[in-house]
């Protein structure tokens, strides 16, 4: 896809494999930036977490989110923190060392991160590209650890938990993707809209047929659309909310 000016190109794939669903990357470079935007989603018959990769570097800052994006809840269901993430702490210490905790995060994000999320930023003189790198490949090769291990859920009605927790995440993701606003600057609001629920976040309409404001009535405005603000939430996590055995520390947050 070509940008409306003529002078980015947007670079997509997907595919599919036995325990996967949907395996995507959208690829964006010009002469002022470079993104990618990384995601592979489970089928529902397994509760693996989602991989997830998003960096955007541009000549004066590099963002990076890098996370095995937990499909039930980490913080108070512990026996899926357990199952996936326990094994995994070691990997995320030693990334967050390197690459320390980025900043403010709202609670509402914080809910669809797990205890190794990577989440920083740094500027290009700090060279922190190999280590970056390094932890791409490294959670890469973990997940698929996980998804090769992982056995087919037979019971239905866990398979439909699965579905819903997936499309939840979806719905929130297609709705807050921070990446909306450059995406609507290349290629137009509809353009936008269309590539985040068909591609980047595909599955909203196969998954589910509830909607963002079923599952977080509190962005209901009065007309009942969206409210457009970005956190209904004013809570917020300046670091990093999990200790080096995955436990949630989050009552070190501020507003």
Known sequence: MI????????????????????????????????VLDFG?????????????????????????LLDLNPLHDVIGQRDY?????????PLGVKYAELLPWGGKLTSESIKFF???VIWTKFTPNQQKYDALYSAFVDFNKAWLVLM?????????????????????YLAWRAEKDPGHGLLKKLIGDTAAKDLLRNF???????????TFLDYFPEYR????TVRERRSMIGKS???????????????DSTN
């Open 148 to 168: 090769d291990e992982a056995e087919e859920e037979n019971n239905e009605s866990r398979i439909i938990c699965n579905r819903e927790a997936q499309h939840r």
């Open 221 to 224: 405005s009065k007309d009942g």
């Open 200 to 210: 980047l976040f595909h599955g909203i309409n196969e998954l589910g047929s509830k």
């Open 3 to 34: 940008s409306t000016d003529g002078t980015v190109e947007l670079q997509m794939q997907s595919f599919q494999a036995p325990k996967i669903r949907l395996l995507r990357s959208l690829r964006i470079e010009s002469e002022t930036m470079q």
């Open 237 to 251: 996590f300046e670091n990093r909310p999990w200790d080096a055995n995955g436990e949630f520390i989050g009552n």
């Open 114 to 116: 797990s205890p190794v």
């Open 40 to 64: 592979v989603f489970p089928k529902p018959e397994y509760d693996l977490p989602i991989f997830c990769g998003n960096f955007f570097s541009n000549a004066s800052t590099n963002i990076v």
């Open 81 to 89: 923190k357990e199952k996936y993430y326990k094994s995994l702490m």
